[in-house]
Structures are given as structure tokens and as C-alpha cells.
């Protein structure tokens, strides 16, 4: 088959599955299907999860606890400052003036953490409180002049970690993975906001449905199965 004949079969088959194609779209799944070959091999020092999508998982799971390990030492060398503190900072800057929740939520801390952490910033003087004039029972925060000298500061600090951790990727590779990843980031964003009160196994199975959590839980015990069976 020649390969412009091929090339237009491909988009066929994609066109049928992605109703909204688009021609980028279709050339990153294209090179992605080509390219999956090998794709996980020799990550994790050979402690390889049993399938792609637990390989997603644990890669992004071990880049981002790098990416907090060097984010930590640069902090050792200079500001006297828990790596939280920044993601409230950098939150409540952005937002002018938010509420106390808002930034809890948004940074997935547990409400108390969260609330303690907000709380030791303001001792600290780097954000002041007032109460919500729409909810007295709710409490608006927003940056000092202090506060907002510290995350610049951190600013410049903490970009050294994330240019060792991905600086190498060219412009091409590191727009891909914004474009990959940003929409799942922003989809889980939402559902987090919205179900913050409720447990796992709820969310989950509102998230799913429970003919897809049926399916998913039978190929999670065949996987473990054939995992198990293949390291005796």
C-alpha cells in the first residue's frame, strides 16, 4: 500500500472514532500509534507496572515526586519555606482575592491541613483575611506586599527544578505534552471541585458508571492474574 493510500485509510479509521477530528489531533495519535513499539521498556530500573495505563500513572506519579524533591532542596538553600506554601501563594495571587476553600481545594489539600497552612501564612504576614461579605461564614484572602516579595522570590527560585526536570524537551515535545495532559488535568480539576465531599468508591462509581466499573474491575483481577502468574 502506498503511503499516502495508507495515510488516508488512518484517517478514515480515526474519523470514525473521533467524530470532532482535527488534523492535529489525528497527527499525534498517528505518531503515537507508530511509535508504541518498545514504548516503557526499561523504565522504573525493570519494576514495570503490568499495563500502559499503570505506566502513565506511576511515570507522571515518580516525575512529579521529582519534581517535588528538587523543588524542596532549592528551597533548603534560601527561603525558609514549606513547597505548599507556594502553590497558596502562586493560587491566591492569580485569583486577586479568593476564599480560604477555593484554595484549599484547588491546591487538594485536606481542609484542615489547609486551613492550618492558610492560617500560619497570615501569623506569617504574608496574606490578610476578611470576612466574605456574600457568606459570613466564609473568609476572603488575598497577598501583602510581603507576600507578594516571597513568591516572586520563589518564583525565581523554583524555576531551576523544573528546567533541570524538563528543560531538555524541545518546544515541540513540550507543547505535545501540554496538549495531551491539559485536558485531563482540567477534567479531573472539575470533578474534584465538584464531589470534594464525597468518598472514593462514590465518586468513582458517579465518574464511571457502574457497567464501566464492572469491566474495569475484571480486567484489573485478570491483569493481576497474569502478573502474578509471570513473576513465579
Same mark, same amino acid.
Given at each position: 500500500m502506498?503511503?499516502?493510500?495508507?495515510? &488516508?485509510?488512518?484517517?478514515?479509521? +480515526?474519523? $470514525?472514532?473521533?467524530?470532532? /477530528?482535527?488534523?492535529?489531533?489525528f497527527?499525534?495519535?498517528?505518531?503515537?500509534?507508530v511509535?508504541?513499539?518498545g514504548?516503557?521498556?526499561g @523504565? %522504573?530500573?525493570?519494576? *514495570?507496572?503490568?499495563?500502559?495505563?499503570?505506566?502513565?500513572?506511576? #511515570? &507522571?506519579?515518580?516525575?512529579?515526586?521529582m519534581?517535588t524533591?528538587?523543588?524542596? #532542596?532549592?528551597?533548603?538553600?534560601? $527561603?525558609?519555606?514549606? #513547597?505548599?506554601? %507556594? +502553590?497558596?501563594?502562586?493560587a491566591i495571587f492569580?485569583?486577586?482575592?479568593?476564599?480560604? &476553600? =477555593?484554595?484549599?481545594?484547588?491546591n %487538594?489539600?485536606e !481542609?484542615?491541613?489547609?486551613i492550618?497552612?492558610?492560617?500560619?501564612?497570615?501569623?506569617?504576614?504574608?496574606?490578610? *483575611?476578611r470576612? =466574605?461579605p456574600?457568606?459570613?461564614?466564609?473568609?476572603?484572602?488575598q497577598l501583602?506586599? *510581603?507576600?507578594?516579595?516571597?513568591?516572586?522570590?520563589?518564583y525565581?527560585?523554583?524555576y #531551576?527544578?523544573a528546567?533541570?526536570?524538563?528543560?531538555?524537551?524541545s518546544k515541540?515535545?513540550?507543547h505535545?505534552?501540554?496538549?495531551?495532559?491539559?485536558?485531563?488535568e482540567?477534567?479531573?480539576?472539575k470533578?474534584? $471541585?465538584?464531589?470534594r465531599?464525597?468518598? %472514593?468508591?462514590? @465518586?468513582?462509581? *458517579?465518574?464511571?458508571?457502574?457497567?464501566?466499573?464492572e469491566e474495569?474491575n475484571?480486567?484489573?483481577?485478570?491483569?493481576?492474574? !497474569?502478573?502474578? /502468574?509471570?513473576? !513465579?
Open positions: 502506498k503511503p499516502v493510500v495508507e495515510l &488516508i485509510s488512518e484517517w478514515d479509521s +480515526y474519523q $470514525e472514532t473521533h467524530p470532532d /477530528a482535527t488534523v492535529a489531533g497527527c499525534r495519535h498517528y505518531l503515537a500509534m511509535e508504541t513499539k514504548s516503557g521498556e @523504565l %522504573f530500573s525493570g519494576i *514495570e507496572p503490568p499495563d500502559m495505563t499503570s505506566t502513565v500513572a506511576k #511515570l &507522571i506519579g515518580r516525575l512529579g515526586a519534581l524533591t528538587y523543588s524542596k #532542596l532549592a528551597l533548603k538553600e534560601d $527561603e525558609e519555606v514549606e #513547597l505548599d506554601w %507556594f +502553590y497558596c501563594l502562586n492569580h485569583q486577586g482575592e479568593a476564599r480560604k &476553600i =477555593d484554595i484549599i481545594t484547588y %487538594f489539600l !481542609q484542615t491541613t489547609g492550618d497552612m492558610l492560617n500560619r501564612l497570615r501569623k506569617a504576614g504574608y496574606i490578610s *483575611e470576612a =466574605d456574600s457568606d459570613k461564614r466564609a473568609k476572603l484572602v501583602t506586599a *510581603e507576600g507578594k516579595q516571597l513568591l516572586f522570590r520563589l525565581e527560585r523554583l #531551576l527544578p528546567y533541570l526536570l524538563f528543560g531538555g524537551m515541540v515535545d513540550s505535545l505534552m501540554v496538549n495531551l495532559l491539559g485536558p485531563i482540567q477534567k479531573h480539576g470533578i474534584l $471541585e465538584d464531589n465531599a464525597k468518598g %472514593f468508591a462514590d @465518586l468513582v462509581a *458517579e465518574t464511571l458508571g457502574p457497567e464501566k466499573l474495569i475484571s480486567y484489573q483481577q485478570n491483569q493481576i492474574t !497474569q502478573f502474578a /502468574a509471570g513473576k !513465579q
